[in-house]
């Protein structure tokens, strides 16, 4: 029986692999025209990154994708990065950094997996069906073999999933617990059964938060597919722009990266827009899934009561129980959130450490923080706004 032999290579960009190739592996279930389940491991969402300079030379994220093939025939494929800062990751180890460096180390270079300014749960270790196990060892191997080779401090796979946590620290990799809060649809056939689930003070305060919004004098779009134009990117670009240069001093898409939006995304996005006298004054962008929506970015020229937590909360709510999503993931921080309606979730990472003291020291940090994290999602989770016994009207 001949032996089976999986070759890694690493790709310095999208354009090296065919985007069926690609995609075999990153969403296999939408072979036949539906959404994929996790929108940004596409190609084309990975290649929009690169395509519009979002990420490359000069932004600290150099590509470095890697691929497994057996007999020439991609099995496995990972976005991957060379990483010359901490930043756009959500799942942060500057502490370490700092610390290593101190010590006389180099940190930077360091290997990502992950999926570039985005807090998103999903696969990082792409495989075709079938070949899960293998594909995913395979590149596994691959990363630490790369990292060791060229002498990097660490490989990070970031916001991979609770499957892929369990299975890389089978494999030595040392895991880390982090939270979100998320939205999760129980069956609502409407924003108001929501409601109903929600103590009565939690109810009344989404209530009024909602009429506040909505009467900032203008109106509020659902925008995604042929709806939306180059102009609405503009708006958007406006917003984006001024959100980014208050949290992370520039932003870090560019322009062309919604221009890459429009002509290839346009089926993948949801923005909801408000306008006022016919102008946009606000906007939040979201990326559609099978089952999940995910909120991204928000951005205002105006301010206005509680318009942040409509276009950014409710509509997303109320978008996904119209269109049976079964969740909502509303992006990085939040305890804000809790009160309506996300509940603390578990977010997991990956992490090889190269020097073997600092790997302790590391190992040490992640159960301890663990313990912490999840101690908070349990306490959060019962402080949460849902109804816990019937109450009167």
Not at 80 to 91: N, P
Not at 290 to 314: A, I, K, M
Request: with cysteine.
């Amino acid at each position: 029986m001949r032996e089976t032999r999986i070759e890694i290579s690493m790709l310095a960009g999208l354009s090296e692999i065919a985007p069926a190739e690609w995609d075999a592996c990153a969403c296999p279930e939408a072979a036949d025209g539906g959404q994929p389940r996790d929108p940004f491991t596409t190609w084309r969402f990975l290649h929009a990154l690169e395509a519009s300079g979002s990420v490359g030379p000069g932004t600290g994220w150099q590509p470095r994708h890697l691929v497994a093939r057996i007999d020439g025939e991609v099995i496995a494929v990972a976005p991957c990065y060379a990483k010359a800062h901490s930043q756009g990751e959500y799942i942060f180890d500057h502490g370490w950094a700092h610390a290593y460096e101190n010590a006389g180390g180099r940190y930077y270079p360091k290997l990502q997996i992950a999926v570039p300014f985005t807090p998103a749960t999903g696969r990082r270790f792409l495989t075709r069906p079938g070949l899960e196990d293998t594909g995913r060892a395979a590149l596994v191997q691959g990363a630490v073999q790369v990292a060791a080779k060229n002498g990097l401090s660490s490989v990070h796979v970031t916001f991979c999933t609770a499957g892929e946590a369990e299975a890389g620290t089978r494999m030595g990799l040392l895991p880390r617990i982090t939270e979100q809060f998320h939205w999760e649809n129980r069956g609502y056939g409407s924003f108001d059964d929501f409601l109903a689930a929600l103590s009565s003070r939690k109810r009344k305060n989404i209530r009024k938060e909602r009429a506040t919004a909505q009467g900032f004098g203008g109106r509020i779009l659902a925008l995604t597919g042929d709806d939306l134009r180059p102009e609405h990117w503009d708006a958007f670009w406006r917003f984006y722009q001024d959100t980014g240069a208050r949290k992370w001093g520039r932003p870090y898409l560019t322009r062309a990266f919604f221009d890459e939006l429009q002509a290839h995304l346009r089926d993948d996005v949801l923005l909801f827009l408000a306008e006022r006298d016919g102008r946009p004054v606000a906007g939040a962008l979201n990326f559609i899934g099978r089952d999940t929506l995910y909120g991204r970015y928000w951005g205002c020229v105006e301010d206005h009561s509680c318009l942040h937590f409509e276009l950014c909360y409710y509509q997303a709510i109320d978008w996904a129980i119209a269109h049976g999503l079964r969740r909502v993931e509303a992006g990085a921080q939040g305890p804000h959130k809790l009160a309506r309606g996300y509940l603390p979730v578990a977010c997991h990472s990956l992490h090889w450490i190269a020097d073997p003291g600092f790997r302790r020291a590391v190992e040490q940090y992640l159960a301890a923080e663990a313990e912490a994290v999840e101690e908070e999602i349990e306490v959060l989770t019962d402080y949460g706004p849902f109804r816990k016994v019937k109450e009167e009207e």
